[in-house]
Nanobody
Framework: QVQLVESGGGLVQPGGSLRLSCAAS????????MGWFRQAPGKQRELVAA???????NYADSVKGRFTISRDNAKNTMYLQMNSLKSEDTAVYYC??????????????WGQGTQVTVSS
């Protein structure tokens, strides 16, 4: 059974940094691309960054140059380093695997998420 557990969120001032972690159990981590998503109050969940099993990455325009996604396949863990945080980055952040055919997140695998609040 696949389980994804996010951690590392918190309250940070604008311009600050946080590092999120996503621990994955099960074999899905080694065969699927993975992504970080976020959902702000009143908004739809959106893809923030994605990484393939080989380490290729892509980012939403809103976070390019500020966020870095990485993965440690030996530890079944994915990370999101977030720098120069802005108030508009405030959201619940989730990790998920991406369907190999469609690239969409696997709907049955959403975890609890981790809250990131950027405020002075």
């Amino acid at each position: 059974q696949v389980q994804l557990v996010e951690s590392g969120g918190g309250l940070v001032q604008p311009g600050g940094s946080l590092r999120l972690s996503c621990a994955a159990s099960g074999s899905i981590f080694s065969i699927n691309a993975m992504g970080w998503f976020r959902q702000a109050p009143g908004k739809q969940r959106e893809l923030v960054a994605a990484i393939t099993t080989g380490g290729s990455t892509n980012y939403a325009d809103s976070v390019k140059g500020r966020f870095t996604i990485s993965r440690d396949n030996a530890k079944n863990t994915m990370y999101l380093q977030m720098n120069s945080l802005k108030s508009e980055d405030t959201a619940v952040y989730y990790c998920n695997a991406l369907d190999r055919a469609t690239g969409r997140p696997l709907e049955n695998y959403w975890g609890q998420g981790t809250q990131v609040t950027v405020s002075s």
